[in-house]
């Protein structure tokens, strides 16, 4: 075949595929060639600059930036949500809501446990979910619950409203996050209940959680379920951020004392093994927690906006900079 033969053919079936809309079997039983041989013609017209793709949305800078994240934090997936001028608070976590509860609806699957914390993101999740596929699975939660924030942002009301959109197995764990005293969590260990839900742990494949920020002002509805001595301990040990309210420090390491010994909820070390493990965090204030979360690699899933995202790589960048 000469090289003018070849061209044409090359032209004429990428005219087909991509303008005409026919698919390689149709090209196949038009022009007489091997189906086989329409996908390879098709590969070297790419090559060769006879077809060039280019992807065109108004988002480009954000699935840029989703690149970006997943190469220098070897994320499986993130999705970073466009962020707009003068945007409010309310409408940031409903877009990273709805983010978290289209791609939820995308990867369950039959035979799922999945895993939920409680927060203002994940109570976004709940009321953003709707038109679930049927699936067989099971929804638990990965901590105990707080007394003191709206019952919407509770770990059971988000647990439910997932299951009823699924209509699938709700589970529950009916004790507190944080016990007074470490001999009530050993007593608690004890129940069938907290036995049900922590073999459920092990069973979890995927997590939905989100980062909390020791210093961020929401935070201070946790100041009635932590004593003052743990307040101090967590600043004397460099707390940099929550996920299931177990702390760490900036290097992703996580802080053991007498908080996370009360602490009932799934260990942080569980999470770093998940299929998904997926955080739904955003703001400036939380930019350190999300960042030292990834560096402890208890996320390989991040939903964010775009300016948290483009924080998190200017933070990182710094640090970098720093250490050389």
């Known amino acids: 075949m000469s090289k003018w033969d070849e061209t044409r053919i090359l032209v004429k079936v990428s005219q087909l595929y991509y303008i005409e809309g026919l698919t390689q079997n149709e090209i196949s039983n038009k022009l007489g060639i091997y189906r086989t041989t329409i996908s390879r013609l098709l590969t070297k017209a790419k090559k060769k600059g006879i077809v060039n793709i280019t992807i065109k949305s108004e988002n480009n800078e954000c699935f840029e930036l989703e690149k970006i994240m997943e190469k220098r934090f070897g994320l499986k997936e993130t999705c970073v949500v466009p962020s707009e001028p003068m945007q409010s608070y309310d409408t940031k976590v409903q877009m990273i809501g709805y983010a978290a509860a289209e791609y939820l609806k995308r990867i369950a699957k039959d035979g799922d446990v999945i895993g939920f914390a409680w927060g203002t993101t994940l109570a976004s999740l709940s009321r953003e979910l709707t038109d679930c596929k049927t699936i067989s699975a099971n929804i638990v939660p990965l901590v105990g619950g707080f007394s003191g924030i709206d019952s919407e942002n509770h770990v059971s009301t988000i647990v439910s409203k997932v299951a009823s959109e699924f209509n699938v197995k709700g589970h529950y764990l ?119 979360a990834l560096k402890g690699k208890f996320i390989n899933v991040l939903i964010t906006t775009e300016d948290t995202a483009r924080l998190i790589l200017d933070l990182d960048n710094q640090i970098k900079r720093a250490e050389y």
Do not use: H
């Not at 100041?223 to 967590?234: P, Q, R």
């Open 174 to 292: 009916y004790v507190p996050a944080i016990t007074s005293d470490k001999a009530i969590k050993d007593a608690i260990m004890q129940d069938d209940n907290y036995k049900n839900i922590s073999q459920l742990w092990n069973k979890v494949n995927k997590a939905f959680v989100g980062i909390g920020s020791p210093g961020k002002s929401s935070n201070l509805v946790w100041s009635s379920e932590y004593k003052s001595k743990d307040i101090t301990g967590l600043k004397s040990s460099n707390a940099v951020g929550e996920i299931c309210s177990r702390f760490y420090d900036v290097q992703g390491n996580v802080i053991f004392s007498d908080l996370n010994d009360r602490t009932i909820g799934i260990e942080l070390d569980m999470l770093r093994n998940l299929e998904y493990s997926i955080a739904v965090a955003e703001s400036q204030e939380k930019v350190p927690s999300i960042l030292s």
